[in-house]
């Protein structure tokens, strides 16, 4: 590199920094005044107006966002210089509201969506998205705009985004994939005892996506002249959801050949373990999803195999 390219890249380093520390300090000394003059005698009721106006302010700005073309705009923020105080901006707006501090957040936010874009670069993109997500947690439950923005999502939109979740993060895949592969070694060591058949009890089935790969690979592994019997056995939050399981994987196991499936539907607490019919010899798993509690919440698949020596009903 040579003198003036590193001189350039130096003064952009500290504008960068100037530009963003001067931000800072203006927002915290805003923080500070609004709490330092805040008259203890308005009541709770002016104090969510002012609140609310804020927010609904903060939305107004992220409907500007949703019609702005960053191709036309000469204000759009282009380039990691920018796109930096973008980030810096989220992670203020980010302890702010984990702070309490609602009016700081809010200010943050404003500045985001003023310069953020869905259709932007990549990092404009992305902190557009996380400052919906950070949006979501300002209104307090007593202001009628939480009901309005904060609304529970229906049965299908909760079903298609653990879809895409699930085909783009590989943790679930992969706890899916070891935990069926031990499934696949244990059936195989108990095959002389089990007759072919294997019998899986989960206590959190959900939308059943670990069982079409588990049904994919002991149906390559049966044939004709040894078919396997694969019996599941699934705890579920509601009716529907237990039914609409059933009829994905009851459809998926049709296309398989030399594998008997069946599926059982139980309503999580209507039910206990000493309900379940296990067949004789059959291979028993045992599995359900546990929260661990580490940096953020995660979850992962425990699994008990066993072989019971005789029928339990």
Not at 92 to 121: M, P
Not at 267 to 293: F, P
């Amino acid at each position: 590199m040579n003198e003036g390219a590193g001189e350039e890249l130096l003064s952009l380093s500290l504008g960068l920094n100037s530009s963003w520390c001067t931000n800072t300090t203006k927002m915290k000394r805003k923080a500070k005044d609004d709490h330092e003059y805040s008259n203890p005698a308005c009541n709770v009721t002016t104090m969510q107006d002012v609140e609310d106006n804020k927010f609904f302010n903060l939305l107004h700005m992220r409907d500007q966002m949703l019609k702005h073309d960053p191709k036309r705009s000469n204000g759009a923020l282009e380039g990691t210089t920018n796109g930096l105080q973008l980030i810096h901006l989220l992670l203020f707006a980010a302890t702010a509201i984990n702070k309490n501090n609602t009016s700081s957040a809010v200010d943050a936010l404003h500045e985001i969506y003023k310069n953020a874009s869905f259709h932007g670069d990549s990092i404009q993109r992305v902190v557009a998205y996380f400052a919906d997500a950070l949006s979501v947690r300002i209104p307090s439950p007593r202001s009628p705009l939480y009901h309005s923005i904060v609304v529970s999502p229906t049965p299908e939109e909760e079903f298609s985004a653990f879809t895409e979740f699930y085909r783009a993060s590989p943790y679930y895949q992969f706890a899916h994939f070891t935990a069926n592969q031990a499934i696949v070694e244990a059936f195989e060591n108990e095959e002389k005892r089990n007759g072919g058949r294997i019998h899986v009890i989960d206590f959190d089935v959900s939308y059943g996506f670990q069982w079409p790969s588990l049904i994919q690979s002991l149906s390559d592994k049966a044939s004709s002249s040894k078919p396997i019997s694969l019996r599941i056995t699934g705890f579920g939050r509601s009716v529907d959801e237990l039914e609409e399981t059933e009829m994905r994987l009851v459809n998926f196991a049709s296309g398989c050949n030399n594998l008997f499936f069946k599926f059982e539907g139980i309503l999580r607490g209507s039910s206990t373990c000493n309900d379940i019919r296990i067949e004789k010899y059959s291979t028993l798993v045992r599995g359900k999803v546990t929260k661990a509690r580490e940096a953020s919440y995660r979850d992962s698949w425990s699994l008990c195999i066993t072989t019971p020596p005789c029928s339990t009903r």
